[in-house]
C-alpha cells in the first residue's frame, strides 16, 4: 500500500462519503441514564460536582423518567439514598425501600422504559462500604445473601435488569439462584464485573452519600493496574450467570472495554463515570472545550472500544445531539 495510489483522504472528501465508511456510528439504543432516589416528595437537590444531576423523591423520579422516555433512552438505573442508613444497609433490601417505590412508579408510568437498578450495600451502610464490617474488614459470604435479597426485593418491584456493583466473590451466582428460586427468571443480570478501585468515583460519593468512612474499597475493587485479572472477573461472572457485563470507569479504561470484547461474545457495557462527567462539565463550563464535541467524541470512543451499552450522566444531552443529527 503506498503513495500515489493510495489516498485515504478519497474517503473523507465530504460529510456523505465520510458517513459511508465510519465504522462507528453512535446511536441512542445502548444508553442508560443514573439515576439517584431519596426520600420526601417534590424534592430536587442538585448535586453541586455534577451539574445538571440532582438527588430526586419519587414523584420527581418518575417526571425525568418520563423525560428520558420521549427522548428515545432505553432505560434508567436506579441509586438510593435511604432515610436512615445502619450497619447492614436494611433500607437497601426492604419492600417499602425507595429504590423499590421508585421501580414501582416508573414501571407504571412508562411501561416502555428498562428499569435497572444498582445492587450496592454503599448506598444504605452507615459506614459506607459495600458489605458488611467485621473487625474492621468487609466479610464476603454474608454480604452476598445481603445483595441476594436485595436484587430480589428489586425484582418483585418490577426491575428488568438488576447490575451488582459490590465486587464480591460470587455475588453473581447467588443472586441468581435467588432470582430464580422465586420465579424470577426472566429479570437479566449486568455484572459490574471489572470494576475498578477508581478516583473517578469522587463525585458519585457526593451524590449518594456513600463515601467510606474509613479505610477506602481496595480489599474488593480492582486495582487500576491489572489489565490480565479483569478477563477472568469477566469468566468467573459470566459462569455464575451474567447476561451482560460491565467495565468501569470508561475513558481511563478503553483497554479494558477492548479486551473483554474481543474474548467474550456477550453484551459489554461502560460506565462513564461521575468524574468523568464532572471534568467535562467543569471545563464546559469554563469555555475551555466544546461540550458538544466533546461528549460526541468520548461517546463514539466508549462505542468503537467495543461497549454496546453506555452507561453516562450525558445521556439526555447525547439523545437531543444525535437526534439533531
Ligand atoms: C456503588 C457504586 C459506585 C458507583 C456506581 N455504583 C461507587 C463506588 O463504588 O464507590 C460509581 C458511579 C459513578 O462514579 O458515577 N458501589
Not at 16 to 40: D, K, N, W
Not at 68 to 87: N, R, S, T, Y
Not at 110 to 139: A, F, S
Not at 251 to 280: C, K, Q, T, W
Request: glycine share 8%; hydrophobic share 40%.
Amino acid at each position: 500500500m503506498t503513495f500515489p495510489v493510495h489516498r485515504p483522504r478519497r474517503l473523507r472528501q465530504n460529510e456523505a462519503i465520510r458517513g459511508l465508511v465510519r465504522e462507528t456510528q453512535p446511536s441512542t439504543h445502548g444508553l442508560i441514564y443514573p439515576m439517584f432516589v431519596c426520600p420526601g416528595s417534590g424534592v430536587r437537590a442538585e448535586v453541586s460536582s455534577m451539574p445538571g444531576i440532582a438527588q430526586q423523591s419519587v414523584d420527581k423520579i418518575v417526571e425525568e423518567a418520563r423525560e428520558v422516555a420521549d427522548l428515545g433512552i432505553p432505560g434508567v438505573i436506579l441509586f438510593g439514598l435511604p432515610e436512615h442508613k445502619d450497619e447492614k444497609g436494611t433500607e437497601g433490601y426492604i419492600a417499602s425501600g425507595v429504590v423499590q417505590r421508585a421501580i414501582e412508579a416508573i414501571r407504571k408510568a412508562r411501561p416502555d422504559l428498562l428499569v435497572v437498578t444498582d445492587v450496592c450495600l454503599c448506598e444504605y451502610t452507615d459506614h459506607g462500604h459495600c458489605g458488611i464490617v467485621e473487625n474492621g474488614k468487609v466479610v464476603n459470604d454474608s454480604t452476598v445473601e445481603l445483595l441476594a435479597q436485595m436484587a430480589l426485593s428489586h425484582a418483585r418491584a418490577g426491575a428488568h435488569i438488576v447490575a451488582p456493583s459490590d465486587m464480591m466473590d460470587g455475588r453473581v451466582g447467588a443472586i441468581r439462584k435467588k432470582l430464580d428460586g422465586a420465579n424470577l427468571s426472566d429479570v437479566a443480570i449486568l455484572s459490574y464485573a471489572a470494576k475498578y478501585c477508581s478516583s473517578f468515583y469522587g463525585p458519585f460519593r457526593e451524590a449518594a452519600q456513600s463515601a467510606p468512612q474509613f479505610g477506602d474499597r481496595r480489599s474488593y475493587q480492582m486495582d487500576p493496574a491489572n489489565a490480565r485479572e479483569a478477563l477472568k472477573e469477566v469468566a468467573l461472572d459470566l459462569d455464575e450467570g451474567a447476561d451482560m457485563i460491565m467495565v468501569k470507569p470508561a475513558l481511563p479504561y478503553l483497554d479494558i472495554i477492548h479486551r473483554v470484547r474481543a474474548a467474550f461474545d456477550v453484551p459489554v457495557a461502560a460506565y462513564n463515570v461521575s468524574g468523568e462527567y464532572a471534568m467535562v462539565k467543569a471545563a464546559a463550563q469554563n469555555g475551555w472545550i466544546d461540550e458538544k464535541r466533546v461528549v460526541l467524541e468520548i461517546f463514539t470512543a466508549i462505542q468503537r472500544a467495543g461497549a454496546s451499552i453506555v452507561l453516562t450522566y450525558h445521556a439526555k444531552d447525547l439523545a437531543r445531539w444525535l437526534k439533531a443529527c
